[in-house]
């Protein structure tokens, strides 16, 4: 792990970051968008943040995003907002959210394998381009 920041992540990060504020306040009806997709774009939105300011093995932060989103989902089940005293509607009640969720779980293994994918992809077309 090497700290160095990366303006192409962070304006991914912003972009991302974006979508799931409009998945939130514009598309809040549309049900899969709002129970399903945000779930998938918000570990992508973990990985573009912490590329950021960190180079790293991707596959470990692809894992560690996985372990961090079940943590928190996990959170969730034991209603750990309520107990550490958060009001619902605060902010931190929200990021820790309210309800457990095994598709959610789904969701985030979903969004961790399409970011698995996009990196080998990736990895292997920079590869393949560099002269032998």
Same mark, same amino acid.
């Given at each position: 792990? %090497?700290? %160095?920041?990366?303006?192409?992540?962070?304006?991914?990060?912003?972009?991302? #970051?974006?979508? +799931?504020?409009?998945?939130?306040? %514009?598309? $809040?009806? *549309?049900?899969?968008?709002?129970?399903?997709?945000?779930?998938?774009?918000?570990?992508?939105?973990? =990985?573009?943040?912490?590329?950021?300011?960190?180079?790293? &093995? &991707? $596959?470990?932060?692809?894992?560690? *995003?996985?372990? #961090? @989103?079940?943590?928190? +989902?996990?959170?969730?089940?034991?209603?750990?907002? +309520?107990?550490?005293?958060?009001?619902?509607? @605060?902010?931190? =009640?929200? /990021?820790?959210? &309210? @309800?457990? @969720?095994?598709?959610?779980?789904?969701? =985030? /293994?979903?969004?961790?394998?399409?970011?698995?994918?996009?990196? %080998?992809? &990736?990895?292997?077309? !920079?590869?393949? !381009?560099?002269?032998?």
């Amino acid at each position: 792990m %090497k700290f %160095k920041f990366s303006l192409t992540y962070l304006l991914l990060t912003i972009f991302i #970051f974006l979508i +799931e504020v409009l998945i939130a306040t %514009k598309l $809040e009806h *549309i049900f899969f968008v709002r129970a399903y997709l945000g779930d998938v774009i918000v570990v992508m939105l973990l =990985y573009t943040f912490v590329r950021t300011f960190v180079k790293i &093995n &991707n $596959e470990k932060l692809i894992l560690g *995003i996985l372990i #961090f @989103s079940c943590i928190v +989902e996990f959170a969730q089940y034991f209603t750990v907002a +309520e107990k550490l005293g958060f009001r619902p509607g @605060s902010l931190m =009640y929200i /990021v820790i959210g &309210n @309800s457990f @969720s095994w598709i959610d779980i789904l969701c =985030y /293994v979903a969004g961790c394998l399409l970011l698995f994918l996009w990196v %080998k992809f &990736n990895t292997g077309k !920079s590869k393949q !381009s560099i002269p032998g």
